[in-house]
């Protein structure tokens, strides 16, 4: 019985027989390829069917992306909900000359960034210790007084901002999995900027405020 004859496949250029999963990875990338030419074409003949074949698409992908960024499914659903609002309202599909699915990951990435940065600006700890320090003076504290009662009243709130934040970010500072270059990055970044910002505020500003407070008192009294 003749047996069955199976031709072995080899990579034309260098003539060696390709990886399994390289294989899976070019078939996919050519299905990748096939994808976005439909979607330029749907794009040509109705941009709204194109938009909400992207959203169809790439909608689930989106969140999750976001969700390394931001740590909340509700943000990440409103950071993707308005990439594809200003993504159809501004009409950017008319200047993606590129893949449209590495255009809306970088927005949604961009777009997480922005929120995080945000976020720490609105929790800047040394602007509201000025504040209170600034308030003690008003009610006739003493400088020292001021300061130090004004350092006892936030340190506690002051150091659980800091260390929640940075136990919340610590998976993702310590990952090593694939994809995890850029958030790994992001989220040693963002923990060593709260623990720096908590120890400055509570050793270098108080400094400062003393020197400036006693500098335009005497000033004045000069």
């Known amino acids: 019985m003749q047996a069955n004859f199976i031709p072995e496949i080899t990579d034309p250029k260098s003539g060696v027989h390709p990886s399994p999963e390289r294989m899976g990875d070019a078939a996919h990338e050519t299905q990748e390829v096939y994808v976005e030419v439909f979607i330029r074409k749907t794009f040509e003949e109705n941009p709204r069917k194109g938009c909400e074949m992207l959203f169809r698409l790439y ?51 961009n777009r997480a960034y922005n929120y995080l940065m945000n976020e720490m600006k609105k929790t800047d700890d040394g602007i509201i210790l000025v504040h209170v320090m ?60 709260l623990l720096i910002c908590m120890f400055l505020s509570f050793t270098v500003l108080p400094q400062i405020f003393y020197l400036a407070y006693r500098k335009s008192k005497k000033e004045k009294s000069s």
């Open 59 to 109: 909608y689930r992908g989106l969140c999750t992306h976001a969700v390394r960024y931001v740590y909340s499914k509700e943000i990440a659903e409103d950071l993707v909900a308005d990439v594809f609002y200003t993504f159809w309202n501004t009409r950017a599909f008319l200047s993606v000359t590129y893949s449209f699915r590495s255009f809306l990951f970088r927005s949604v990435r």
């Open 134 to 193: 600034k308030d003690n003076l008003v009610n006739r504290l003493p400088l020292k007084q001021a300061i130090s009662e004004g350092i006892y009243g936030r340190i506690r709130p002051v150091i659980m901002i800091a260390l929640l934040g940075s136990l919340g970010l610590l998976p993702a500072a310590l990952s090593n999995g694939m994809g995890s270059e850029i958030q790994k990055t992001l989220a040693i970044m963002i923990v060593g900027g």
